[in-house]
């Protein structure tokens, strides 16, 4: 297969098609693959631990591994593992408008934390959510809303934890729900990323048979010094309807 045949959403990874600089390399992590300081907030649901969804999120991280071109990669350890629910703030984003307008853009990370955490004591939690594995790219799982209510349900934490928190990412409506894995060093050459294509394929379709619905512990407010741990410093309990 030519390189001209490869899914566009592969075409981040490829030196064909994107050959500039890769974005968070030098500033989130190093050309060696070490994460650096860039301390923040989030809100995440973390993989619950023992868990068949675990298990099976660990075993493809552990087939990313096993690839040629994992050299190319920065790898999170399995006790990161997460999906991103809401993007809180972070060292190096201090722009609008990736932080709220009624405070400073210099305001230290720590006492941004206080403030949203002082912000959250009144937030109601929203319905429960199931999400499913929907792609794969080198970095990890792309993962989406089973029914249109869970869809639905996802829009609504993200929209009342903007309006609360006070700002809105530009990619607010489109953003990719996603599992990180690792992080890309160096893009893939042209038989490097045509190969890991049908592997990528493969990766979604075992965990589609292993666990259709992804288990995820409830959302929780973190803090973070680097991608290699975050803390939840705050749990939502999902309401179980919307009645």
């Known amino acids: 297969m030519s390189i001209e045949k490869l899914a566009p959403r592969l075409h981040a990874f490829s030196k064909f098609y994107a050959p500039g600089a ?3 390399l030098g500033t989130r992590y190093n050309a060696s693959g070490t994460f650096l300081p860039e301390p923040g907030n989030t809100v995440v649901c973390h993989l619950p631990v023992g868990s068949e969804t675990e298990a099976a999120i660990v075993a493809a991280r552990d087939r990313y591994l096993g690839m040629p071109e994992a050299r190319l990669l920065a790898f999170t350890p399995i006790s990161s593992l997460h999906m991103t629910l809401f993007q809180g703030i972070i ?3 201090r722009s609008l408008p990736f932080w709220p307008n009624d405070v400073p853009l210099d305001t230290p990370i720590e006492d941004m934390t206080a403030i949203f955490l002082d912000r959250l004591v009144g937030f109601e939690p929203c319905v429960a959510f199931d999400v499913e594995v929907t792609r794969a790219t080198p970095n990890g799982l ?3 809303g089973v029914t249109g209510e869970d869809r639905m349900a996802l829009k609504e934490w993200r929209n009342r934890l903007a309006d ?3 700002y809105r990412h530009p990619d607010h409506e489109t953003y990719e729900f996603h599992i990180t894995f690792a992080y ?3 893009r893939f050459d042209d038989q490097e990323i045509l190969r890991w294509q049908p592997f990528l394929e493969d990766i979604v379709h075992e965990i589609a048979d ?3 619905v992804i288990e ?3 959302p929780a407010f973190c803090i973070f010094d680097d991608m290699n741990h975050f803390e939840e410093l705050l749990v ?4 179980t309807s919307s009645a």
């Open 210 to 212: 292993q666990v259709p």
């Open 91 to 93: 060292e190096y984003q």
């Open 142 to 144: 792309i993962l989406s």
């Open 164 to 166: 609360l928190l006070g």
């Open 236 to 239: 939502f309990a999902p309401k």
């Open 184 to 186: 890309l060093m160096e």
């Open 22 to 24: 890769i974005r968070h």
């Open 216 to 218: 995820l512990k409830p």
